[in-house]
C-alpha cells in the first residue's frame, strides 16, 4: 500500500506533534502525516509522576485531539527504512509513504551501560511508552527496595517520586561528588540532597555500580568498591543518547555530539529532509561545540522552527545554540539552570563574576506560603554579560530562571539587571526593593 502526503513527520512525541502544528499553520493547504511507533506516548517530563502524584498513569498519555482538530493525519507504524531520491519511507507494515518534505522527530534511546547482569528482569530503562510503562509502575509499587541509577534530572525526579510509596525503601547512586552536578554548582546540588535526604532516600555518591547481582530477577547489586547492596528493583535514570539510526542509514550525516546535523533551519544536507528533538544535533550558545543536551522545551523550539520553513525561509533564525535551560522539582523545593554554572564557565576558560541574592519569594515574607528563593548569576568579567543563572526556592522559581535564560538568550548586561523593572506584588513576587535577580546583579557589579 502507497499513502502520499505533502509533508511526513516520523515520531509523535513534542518535537513531532510541534511541528505538524506549526507547518499547517504556515501551510495550511499541505496534507500533513505523523508516524508514530508507539501505539500510545506519553508526555516525556511527566514520566516520573505516573507513579505517585497523578491519581491515574493514563493521565499522562500524549494527547493527538489538537492533531485532529486540525486535519492533521496520524499513523500507528514504525519506519525501517528511507529512500531519499524516491522520497519514500518504507515501513514495518510494508507501507510506503511518500513525501515532499519530511521531518525527523525521531527522539531517543535510553543509555544502557554494559553493567554484568543488566538484562536481569525488574531493571527498567525509561522508554517513552505508556504501556511499558504502566507495567513499571505496577511492578515497582509491588517492590520493595529499588536502586535509581543516576543523580541527574531524571534520576533525582524518580527517587523524589518513588520514595513517596509506602514501604519502599529508595536508593539513589550517582558517580560524581554531588547530584545535578552537570546543571548545579555545589551549593544548589547540596540542596537537592538536603530534600531527598530528608525522604529517606539513601544518596550513593561517588558510586559506580560494577555488576547486577542474582538469577532470573534482580536481587542485589555490586559497587566498584566491593560493597553489596540487596535490591528487588532498578531503574535506569541516566540519561539518553540520540535515536539516529533510521537516518545514518539514508546517508544523512552526524555531528560530533552524534545527533543527525542540521544547519540553523533544522534542514539536514537533504534540504527535503529535516531533523529536530532529541535526535538532532545541539550545539553549545557559548562555545559553538556539539553538546548533548536534550529537553522538550529546546526540541518544541526546533520544531517550530523546522515547520515554518519546510518550504520557504519564512522565519529568519540566527542559531545562537543551545542555552541548556532546566527547572526541576524536589518535595517542594524548585530547581533551576540556565546556561553556564560557575563550574562549567571555568572549565571553559571564561574569566567570570559570580552574583548572589537570597530572600523571600512574597513580601513580607510572613505571608501564607512564602519560601525562602536564592539566586546565582554569571557574568563575564569584562564585558558584564550574563552568561549563566541558577534558582532555588519555591514556585516562583520556575519562572525566574525563564527570566534568566530570556536574559542570556538576549546578551543582557548586569547594569541591565540591575535596572529590571518588573511587576511585584505581595502574594506573587519578592518586593520590588529586594527582587533577587536585581540584587544578585548588583552584587556581582559590586565585584567588577
Excluded at 143 to 153: D, N, Y
Excluded at 368 to 380: E, M, N, Q
Amino acid at each position: 500500500m502507497i499513502k502520499k502526503t505533502d509533508v511526513l513527520i516520523i515520531g509523535g512525541g513534542p518535537a513531532g506533534i510541534v511541528s505538524a502544528i506549526t507547518a499547517k499553520r504556515y501551510y495550511p493547504d499541505k496534507n500533513i502525516l505523523i508516524m508514530k511507533n508507539v501505539a500510545n506516548g506519553c508526555i516525556p517530563c511527566g514520566i516520573p509522576y505516573m507513579f505517585k502524584s497523578l491519581k491515574n498513569p493514563d493521565d499522562n498519555k500524549m494527547g493527538l485531539d489538537s492533531l485532529r482538530n486540525k486535519n492533521i493525519e496520524t499513523a500507528a507504524d514504525d519506519a525501517v527504512k528511507i529512500d531519499r531520491s524516491n522520497k519514500t519511507v518504507f515501513s514495518k507494515s510494508g507501507r510506503e509513504y511518500q513525501y515532499e518534505k519530511l521531518i525527523l522527530a525521531l527522539g531517543s534511546l535510553p543509555i544502557k551501560p554494559s553493567i554484568h547482569g543488566i538484562e536481569k528482569e525488574n531493571i527498567y530503562p525509561i522508554h517513552k511508552d505508556m504501556d511499558y510503562l504502566k507495567t513499571t509502575v505496577d511492578r515497582i509499587k509491588k517492590a520493595k527496595s529499588v536502586l535509581v541509577l543516576g543523580g541527574g534530572f531524571i534520576g533525582v525526579e524518580f527517587a523524589d517520586e518513588i520514595s513517596k510509596i509506602a514501604g519502599l525503601k529508595v536508593y539513589l547512586a550517582e558517580i560524581l561528588p554531588h547530584l545535578l552536578a552537570n546543571s548545579f554548582d555545589k551549593e544548589f546540588s547540596v540542596l537537592a540532597e538536603e530534600k531527598l535526604k530528608s525522604e529517606d532516600v539513601t544518596i550513593l555518591t561517588v558510586t559506580q555500580v560494577a555488576e547486577f547481582l542474582g538469577g532470573k530477577k534482580v536481587e542485589g547489586v555490586r559497587f566498584g568498591d566491593g560493597k553489596e547492596l540487596e535490591i528487588d528493583s532498578a531503574i535506569l535514570g541516566i540519561g539518553a543518547v540520540p535515536n539516529t539510526s533510521l537516518a545514518t542509514k539514508a546517508g544523512l550525516d552526524l555531528g560530533r555530539g552524534k545527533g543527525i546535523w542540521v544547519d540553523e533551519y533544522m534542514r539536514t544536507v537533504d534540504p527535503d529532509v529535516f531533523a529536530v528533538g532529541d535526535c538532532a544535533g545541539k550545539r553549545d550558545f557559548y562555545t559553538r561545540k556539539d553538546t548533548s543536551v536534550m529537553l522538550a522545551s529546546t526540541a518544541t523550539a526546533e520544531a517550530r522552527i523546522a515547520g515554518a520553513n519546510l518550504y520557504q525561509l519564512k522565519v529568519v533564525r540566527e542559531n545562537k545554540g543551545t542555552i541548556a535551560i532546566y527547572s526541576t522539582y524536589v518535595n517542594g523545593l524548585v530547581l533551576g539552570s540556565a546556561g553556564l554554572t560557575e563550574t562549567s564557565a571555568k572549565k571553559e576558560g571564561f574569566e567570570i563574576i559570580a552574583g548572589n541574592a537570597g530572600g523571600m519569594d512574597k513580601h513580607p515574607g510572613s505571608l501564607p506560603g512564602a519560601s525562602s528563593i536564592k539566586v546565582k548569576l554569571i557574568f563575564s568579567r569584562q564585558s558584564g554579560i550574563l552568561m549563566g543563572g541558577q534558582v532555588s526556592g519555591g514556585m516562583s522559581a520556575g519562572e525566574i530562571i525563564n527570566i534568566i535564560g530570556m536574559a542570556i538568550q538576549q546578551r543582557v548586561s548586569v547594569t541591565e539587571l540591575e535596572t529590571l523593572q518588573m511587576a511585584t506584588h505581595p502574594y506573587l513576587t519578592s518586593a520590588p526593593t529586594m527582587y533577587p535577580v536585581v540584587l544578585a546583579a548588583q552584587d556581582a557589579s559590586d565585584k567588577m
